[in-house]
């Protein structure tokens, strides 16, 4: 390798992370070096990605059709089972079309380059996900960054936005560090008074909030974006959602889903399972709500301080120094897998634990990890 860049990189990578290696299935429980720890680490909010349904569908799927296409979706990637998944995460959104990515990553990549030039403004909160970043970076429109769920901030710059082709205000349904939800209904006013588009990614709100933020707030956006990765099976896939039109122009020239392999068969039928389930299942959402609200109650027995909230992210704050990073090892070594969050993903000072339930967690699995959150304290 190039002597220049390998001194560079040696000089900047000073002590790497290292992933963490997880044996076996994704679950409630995980197991690491041999020993099962309670998972409040995850996304699979629902359950999905163990239900026997989500895997049946992925098998037959594979005995069917094989496991990749080896195309991509405008050439000959295209089976029927996209196009079911399509319709099913539209009726699911109650939107009128969606349309599939790799990733949710993906198609934050490919929606604003797609649909904005340089006659147009963003507005974009200041905890948007990295890959609304990015993918703001990529379209040609002018950016604004306003502080988070700074909604008189969001208003004054909109006002001073002149004549502007389009306003686009972008924001995630849920924010992923704090577990916090958008003002959806302030947002969907302003966007009401200054005829701008309203787009939420909802990666963390799909199917956890019924069908989403959205449907939480009673008020449409206009451009959904979300992700088959957490709540819907926790396998992979994004998608766009909305008019029918905006899908079609997507289908024509957005790159990420132009340019790349259309999804594996059986990862669409496993999504089209889960999206089942979480329709016909309301069990699983009501089961969700009771374990997060009984970890938040026996958290703050023991004395944490929590962020408030509804959602199944519980961000346990341990603030300063490397309290949440030093916790975190003893909870794991006292057999609950959580990772710590510090700066720069969070500001200095606002050190925590993000904790995720799902409804997979039994009332013994809770225990356990409570009773080592006792130890820890
Ligand atoms: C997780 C997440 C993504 C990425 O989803 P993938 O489908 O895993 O690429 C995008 N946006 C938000 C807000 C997320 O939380």
Same mark, same amino acid.
């Given at each position: 390798m190039n002597a220049a860049l390998l001194t560079r990189l040696r000089s900047e990578l000073g002590h790497p992370r290292r992933d963490l290696v997880v044996s076996g299935a994704q679950g409630p429980t995980v197991e690491v070096d041999g020993r099962t720890l309670v998972n409040l680490a995850a996304n699979d909010y629902l359950g999905l990605a163990g239900a026997p349904e989500v895997l049946a569908a992925a098998r037959e799927s594979l005995d069917e059709l094989g496991l990749g296409v080896a195309a991509g979706r405008v050439l000959c990637g295209t089976r029927s089972v996209h196009s079911e998944l399509e319709e099913s995460i539209a009726e699911f959104i109650g939107a009128e079309d969606a349309v599939l990515y790799g990733s949710c990553f993906d198609?934050?990549?490919g929606v604003f380059d797609a649909l904005l030039g340089p006659e147009d403004v963003i507005f974009s909160d200041a905890l948007n996900h990295a890959s609304l970043i990015d993918g703001i970076r990529l379209s040609q429109a002018k950016r604004h960054v306003f502080p988070h769920a700074d909604v008189a901030e969001l208003e004054r710059l909109l006002a001073d936005s002149g004549n502007a082709r389009h306003r686009v205000i972008v924001t995630d349904g849920v924010f992923s560090m704090d577990g916090d939800l958008a003002a959806l209904p302030q947002l969907s006013e302003l966007a009401? !008074?200054?005829? &701008?588009?309203?787009?939420?990614?909802?990666?963390?709100?799909?199917?956890?909030?019924?069908?989403?933020?959205a449907e939480h707030f009673g008020r449409p956006v206009d451009i959904l974006t979300g992700t088959l990765g957490k709540a819907l099976g926790g396998a992979a896939g994004g998608f766009v959602a909305g008019?029918?039109?905006?899908?079609?122009k997507l289908r024509q020239v957005s790159r990420p889903y132009i340019f790349t392999n259309a999804m594996a068969?059986?990862?669409a039928a496993a999504a089209l399972a889960a999206i089942r389930l979480a329709q016909t299942r309301p069990e699983l959402r009501k089961r969700l709500a009771v374990n997060t609200s009984w970890l938040r109650s026996a958290l703050a027995d023991l004395g944490y301080e929590m962020l408030p909230g509804e959602h199944p992210i519980i961000p346990v704050m341990l603030r300063g120094g490397t309290r949440? !990073?030093?916790? &975190?090892?003893a909870l794991r070594r006292e057999g609950v897998l959580v990772f710590a969050l510090s700066h720069p993903v969070v500001p200095s000072g606002e050190e925590r634990i993000r904790v995720q339930v799902s409804a997979a967690h039994t009332a013994e699995h809770l225990e356990r990890a409570a009773a080592a959150f006792g130890r820890v304290a």
């Open positions: 198609a934050n990549l009401r !008074r200054y005829d &701008a588009v309203l787009m939420v990614d909802d990666s963390h709100a799909t199917g956890v909030l019924g069908a989403g933020t008019s029918r039109v905006l899908t079609e068969p059986p990862l949440a !990073r030093d916790v &975190a090892a």
